[in-house]
């Protein structure tokens, strides 16, 4: 019997359309109570004392280098460190900085930036470090910490795919400078699509808060901001709720978005357990086919929420993998190729080639939906496909 497997998920709970309704009822679509507490209940999940919801996991990116540019005092042309793997987001927001990304190849076995080739890439006018936790694998921050500690770097933690996970016992977010989240429907909190910036830094939350909103006054970046002042207090943010501090972008998310995310976030060990456990099966299932699969590896110390479940075709023909897996339902992405997309072709000719790891990750890898809506009948569905194809490929 054909499935549909897909890649992503969205079930709102009763709690979140009861929190929707609430925000509709009390005629409130810009921010609210829904926001403020689904910033202030995520941030310390993540070691963070701030947390900055606005529009989608890309523009969290964007603001946030764009707040290190502004308190660093990065220059136009300056080098931010990227990796070779990893959604074009990433990359992209280097560029719409006016910064250089700089690539950094992946590690084979967790597909993340590679900690040992950062050496290579780093020159007098690198900055920044962006690693990226893909799939739901945090990346071997400790060394990357050393590393931009040593030659003086901020980190930003693209921890778009990655919620809830720890390295070394601490969780994601909690090693950068500044750390960006999604609520895209794929991913592991469904907001509609959003995102979220978190710090422990006072600074750069203001920054961020001002950055999201053309660049306003921080003073009132949150309408409730003159509510119940009079005299020289409402004075003050009459003189200053229309005047811009730089320049900046519309990037607020809706009091709509905050309530379903929150609602999510309520329930989010139940979900991520039953991410772990769904992998967990698959890999068993799929153990007998290591020969012709990598599966998914975890190191020692390390936690995995499997947004995505990632895998590689040791030899073969890809593509002809996905189509048999498509044809019966079963929803595919290739993993991640970022250097040989037509856009980057043109703006990095050649540069493909100078990343092995990554160049074999994007031609041999590809990964599938791991969510909680699936059932243990999908997975062994999956693992029947996947079995029939190799030994279809056999005959």
């Known amino acids: 019997m054909r499935r549909n497997i897909t890649l992503g998920t969205l079930s709102i709970s009763d709690q979140g359309k009861k929190y929707v309704n609430e925000a509709l009822d009390n005629n409130r679509l810009s921010r609210g109570k829904f926001t403020e507490k689904f910033e202030r209940m995520f941030a310390p999940l993540h070691g963070c004392d701030y947390g900055i919801f606005c529009n989608s996991g890309t523009s969290a990116l964007q603001v946030a280098l764009a707040a290190l540019k502004e308190v660093h005092g990065y220059k136009d042309g300056d080098e931010v460190l990227v990796p070779a793997t990893t959604f074009i987001a990433t990359s992209n927001i280097v560029l719409q900085n006016g910064l250089k990304p700089v690539f950094v190849d992946a590690h084979p076995s967790t597909f993340n930036m590679n900690p040992a080739r950062i050496h290579d890439a780093l020159t007098s006018r690198t900055r920044c470090i ?11 921050m400790l060394r990357i910490v050393t590393i931009a500690e040593r030659y003086n770097l901020q980190i930003i933690e693209d921890s778009c ?6 390295c070394d016992k601490w969780p994601v977010g909690s090693f950068g400078d500044i750390s960006c989240f999604s609520t895209y429907v794929n991913h592991l909190i469904v907001g509609g699509v959003g995102g979220i910036i978190t710090t422990y830094n006072p600074e750069i939350d ?11 006054d921080s003073v009132y970046t949150n309408i409730d901001a003159d509510d119940g002042l009079s005299g020289a207090g409402l004075q003050n943010i009459i003189e200053r709720r229309f005047k811009f501090d730089r320049i900046g972008y519309s990037y607020r998310a809706t009091e709509l978005e905050a309530a379903i995310a929150l609602s999510e976030l309520e329930r ?3 979900n991520i357990w039953q991410r772990r456990t769904n992998a967990s099966m698959l890999t068993g299932l799929l153990y007998n086919l290591t020969d012709k699969l990598q599966l998914p590896f975890i190191p020692d110390g390390f936690q995995h929420s499997f947004m995505m479940y990632p895998m590689i075709l040791k030899y073969g023909n890809r593509d ?3 189509m048999y897996m498509e044809e019966r339902g079963i929803e595919t992405r290739y ?11 043109k703006l990095f000719p050649g540069l493909d080639d100078k990343f092995p790891v990554s160049q074999h990750l994007g031609r041999q ?8 809506n699936l059932t243990y009948e999908d997975i062994d569905y999956v693992s029947e496909v996947i079995h029939d194809y190799f030994k279809r490929a056999q005959c």
């Not at 962006?130 to 071997?140: K, Q, S, T, V, Y």
């Not at 203001?206 to 306003?216: D, F, M, Q, V």
């Open 206 to 216: 203001e920054i961020c808060r001002s950055l999201i909103a053309h660049g306003r």
């Open 268 to 270: 989010w060990k139940d």
């Open 335 to 345: 993993l991640l190729p970022l250097l040989s997309q037509p856009v980057y072709q």
């Open 365 to 372: 890898g590809f990964f599938i939906g791991c969510h909680q």
């Open 161 to 166: 795919e990655t919620m809830f996970a720890k």
């Open 130 to 140: 962006i690693p990226a936790h893909l799939f739901g694998l945090p990346c071997d």
């Open 320 to 322: 002809d993998l996905l």
